[in-house]
């Protein structure tokens, strides 16, 4: 399974950093990636991180402000985000794929077979 945490309520501006640990039928070594969902709205892409950490790719709402990683050693995938927006507000959930190769990054939600919980993020104008 996926657990989420680091969610919270920040001023406009402000960072937070959201953590994702991989555990049982999830290895945490495959892609593994961050989608967020705004009440009322479809779940989006934020970033998507490959296996091996070399490729990255990001929603263009969040390039410059936002960025992932991970420590394969821990399983876990993180989301640095600064200069937090209030339309940043949204449950963030993670997720991995089922198998796939080194460079590999969907950005597309269909493409990831295990899902996280969810972490609430609130950003205050």
């Known amino acids: 399974q996926l657990q989420a945490c680091g969610g919270g309520l920040v001023q406009s501006g402000g960072s937070l950093r959201l953590s994702c640990a991989a555990s049982?039928?999830?290895?945490?070594?495959?892609?593994m990636g961050w989608f967020r969902q705004a009440p009322g709205k479809d779940r989006e892409f934020v970033a998507t991180?490959?296996?091996?950490?070399?490729?990255?790719n990001y929603a263009d709402s969040v390039k410059g402000r936002f960025t992932v990683s991970r420590d394969n050693g821990k399983s876990t995938m993180y989301l640095q985000m600064n200069s937090l927006k209030p339309e940043d507000t949204a449950v963030y959930y993670c997720?991995?794929?089922?198998?796939?190769?080194?460079?590999?990054?969907?950005?597309?939600?269909?493409?990831?077979?295990?899902w996280g919980q969810g972490t609430q993020v609130t950003v205050s104008s």
């Open positions: 997720a991995e794929v089922r198998s796939g190769g080194a460079l590999y990054a969907p950005t597309t939600a269909s493409a990831y077979r295990y």
């Open positions: 049982g039928r999830t290895s945490g070594s495959n892609s």
């Open positions: 991180i490959s296996s091996n950490g070399v490729v990255r």
